[in-house]
């Protein structure tokens, strides 16, 4: 692809290739070059694509011989940028489950309505961060940038190394020194990444890498690359699909870099315009009690904004001064949504009762139940409604959560839901004994 002048055309953006549009003046850039900032006012960028038409499910092909034949992103292109094909890298990302289990609907305190879970922790890298990065990494490839980077709190730097590595690129990641699990750390590893480990937390990170990655020379695959959150943008229509478009009351999903949020809203409102669904569920972001500057934020009427120093045992979302606020903002005004924070230790309930039923996820993706139950309790949730849950991250993305929960004791004692190994001698008098504790309590 060439390399344009830095056109700016505000209103239209037929001639533009890739074009994005600035949120805050409304200017129209090319995309063909490395672009996280609007060059006139620094303003955060969406990437424009054409809703001008009316779509149909079946506009959604599944084409043999293109990425869109196995991937649960690009079988959503009519909605996505026209990266060329050829540069595109995939590992048949996305298509993940959404499970029904009625006790989730009874843990949030919904007699008679329905909590679904949206599973992107069934992701190749395990997290819905390879949605994002399928598009981000082949636009990198399509532009012919020497090196993608990204800061992280472990899923997009797992899932930035994996996408790289596939695509024969060199990645370099920035992430906050030991405060990521080590299970993040360890695949950012093995899938060949330069780790740079940061003497601070992510948003030092983030903003050293913004000021890096400011003259294009290194592409920055962070959500405020406006490529990145077209890709989330598929959890919500994938979702919509499996509902056969129709529309559930609320989604919810945990908030951090806010760059989910924002695609979730954008994603919304496209199916919207081109005719797909009929109206807007509300969305409701999640975040921790210790990192919880958006639900400040929204509490204020979003008047008033403060970062702050993050703190959460959900390292995941750890994560003071948002980059994508303002788009998060849109998604909630636009969908007349929620944001609310939960501790830590209503996020580790509601993971252990969600893993306890066999589903299974990290952390920060359990602060989804646990909000929605928070609003059931306030009643601005419906009884009787239907949600889906958005679960972001695998069960093993942070195994020592797991063990901190289950086999440390808190204040009170063993947490509620501890489930703790028994260690026995090799007799087969000792096996009986336990079997017998377990069956007859
Ligand atoms: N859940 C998980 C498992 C995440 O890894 C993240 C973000 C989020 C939720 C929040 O999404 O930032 O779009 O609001 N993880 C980023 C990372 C920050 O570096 O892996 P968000």
Same mark, same amino acid.
């Given at each position: *692809?060439?390399? #344009?002048?830095?056109?700016?055309?505000?209103?239209? #953006?037929?001639?533009?290739?890739?074009?994005?549009r600035c *949120?805050?003046?409304?200017?129209?850039?090319?995309?063909?070059?490395?672009i996280?900032?609007?060059?006139?006012?620094?303003?955060?960028?969406?990437?424009?694509?054409?809703?001008?038409g009316?779509?149909?499910?079946?506009?959604?092909?599944?084409?043999?011989?293109?990425?869109?034949?196995t991937?649960?992103?690009?079988?959503?292109?009519?909605?996505?940028p026209?990266?060329p094909?050829?540069?595109?890298?995939s590992?048949?990302e996305?298509?993940t489950?959404l499970?029904?289990?009625?006790?989730?609907?009874?843990?949030?305190?919904?007699?008679?309505?329905?909590?679904?879970?949206? #599973?992107?922790?069934?992701?190749?890298? @395990?997290?819905?961060?390879d949605r994002? /990065?399928?598009?981000?990494v082949?636009h990198a490839?399509?532009?012919g940038?020497?090196?993608?980077?990204?800061?992280?709190?472990?899923?997009?730097?797992?899932?930035?190394?994996?996408?790289?590595?596939a695509?024969?690129?060199?990645? /370099?990641?920035?992430?906050?020194?030991?405060?990521?699990?080590?299970?993040?750390?360890?695949?950012?590893?093995a899938?060949g990444?330069?780790?740079?480990?940061v003497?601070?937390?992510?948003?030092?990170?983030?903003?050293?890498?913004?000021?890096?990655? =400011?003259?294009?020379?290194?592409?920055l695959?962070?959500?405020?690359?406006?490529f990145?959150p077209e890709?989330?943008?598929?959890?919500?229509?994938? *979702?919509?699909?499996?509902?056969?478009? +129709?529309?559930?009351?609320?989604?919810?999903?945990?908030?951090?870099?806010?760059?989910? %949020?924002?695609?979730?809203?954008?994603?919304? %409102?496209?199916?919207?315009?081109?005719?797909?669904?009929d109206r807007?569920?509300?969305?409701? %972001?999640?975040q921790?009690?210790?990192?919880?500057?958006? =639900?400040?934020?929204?509490?204020?009427?979003?008047? #008033?904004?403060?970062?702050?120093?993050?703190?959460?045992?959900?390292?995941?979302?750890?994560?003071?001064?948002?980059?994508?606020?303002?788009?998060?903002?849109?998604?909630i005004e636009?969908?007349? @949504?929620?944001?609310v924070?939960?501790?830590?230790?209503?996020? /580790?309930?509601?993971?252990a009762?969600?893993?306890?039923?066999?589903?299974?996820?990290?952390?920060?993706?359990?602060?989804?139940? =646990?909000?929605?139950?928070?609003?059931?309790?306030?009643?601005?949730?419906? +009884?009787?409604a239907?949600?889906v849950?958005?679960?972001?991250?695998n069960?093993?993305?942070?195994?020592?959560?797991?063990?901190?929960?289950?086999?440390?004791d808190?204040?009170?004692?063993?947490?509620?839901r =501890?489930?703790?190994?028994?260690?026995?001698?090799?007799t /087969?008098?000792?096996?009986?004994?336990?079997?017998?504790?377990?069956?007859?309590?």
């Amino acid at each position: *692809m060439s390399h #344009h002048a830095n056109v700016a055309d505000r209103g239209t #953006h037929r001639d533009q290739v890739l074009p994005v549009r600035c *949120m805050s003046c409304g200017a129209v850039h090319n995309g063909d070059r490395p672009i996280t900032k609007c060059p006139d006012c620094s303003g955060l960028l969406d990437a424009v694509v054409d809703t001008d038409g009316r779509l149909r499910p079946e506009d959604f092909h599944r084409t043999p011989g293109t990425p869109a034949a196995t991937s649960g992103v690009w079988r959503f292109a009519p909605l996505l940028p026209a990266i060329p094909q050829e540069a595109i890298v995939s590992r048949w990302e996305g298509n993940t489950p959404l499970y029904g289990d009625s006790r989730l609907a009874d843990y949030a305190g919904m007699s008679q309505g329905e909590i679904r879970v949206k #599973h992107e922790g069934h992701n190749p890298t @395990g997290s819905f961060k390879d949605r994002g /990065m399928t598009v981000a990494v082949s636009h990198a490839r399509a532009i012919g940038s020497a090196l993608v980077a990204c800061a992280s709190t472990g899923n997009t730097s797992a899932s930035l190394a994996s996408y790289a590595a596939a695509a024969g690129l060199p990645s /370099m990641v920035l992430i906050p020194e030991g405060k990521i699990s080590a299970g993040k750390l360890a695949q950012t590893i093995a899938f060949g990444a330069l780790v740079v480990q940061v003497e601070g937390d992510f948003d030092v990170a983030l903003r050293l890498l913004r000021e890096l990655t =400011a003259d294009g020379s290194v592409y920055l695959a962070n959500s405020v690359n406006p490529f990145r959150p077209e890709g989330q943008k598929t959890i919500v229509l994938e *979702m919509l699909d499996q509902l056969e478009w +129709q529309v559930p009351d609320v989604i919810a999903l945990p908030g951090g870099n806010l760059g989910n %949020t924002a695609a979730f809203g954008k994603a919304l %409102t496209e199916a919207h315009e081109t005719g797909l669904i009929d109206r807007l569920p509300r969305i409701a %972001t999640i975040q921790a009690a210790g990192s919880a500057p958006f =639900a400040a934020y929204y509490a204020s009427g979003f008047d #008033h904004y403060e970062p702050i120093q993050a703190e959460t045992i959900a390292t995941a979302i750890k994560i003071g001064d948002p980059a994508s606020l303002e788009r998060a903002r849109r998604t909630i005004e636009q969908t007349s @949504g929620w944001v609310v924070a939960v501790s830590d230790e209503e996020i /580790m309930d509601a993971k252990a009762f969600i893993d306890g039923i066999g589903i299974g996820c990290e952390p920060a993706s359990a602060a989804s139940l =646990a909000g929605v139950r928070k609003l059931v309790g306030q009643g601005e949730i419906a +009884q009787d409604a239907s949600v889906v849950c958005v679960l972001t991250g695998n069960v093993l993305k942070d195994t020592d959560a797991i063990a901190t929960y289950h086999l440390q004791d808190s204040d009170t004692g063993p947490n509620p839901r =501890a489930n703790r190994p028994v260690s026995i001698p090799a007799t /087969m008098e000792a096996v009986k004994r336990v079997v017998d504790d377990a069956i007859h309590g």
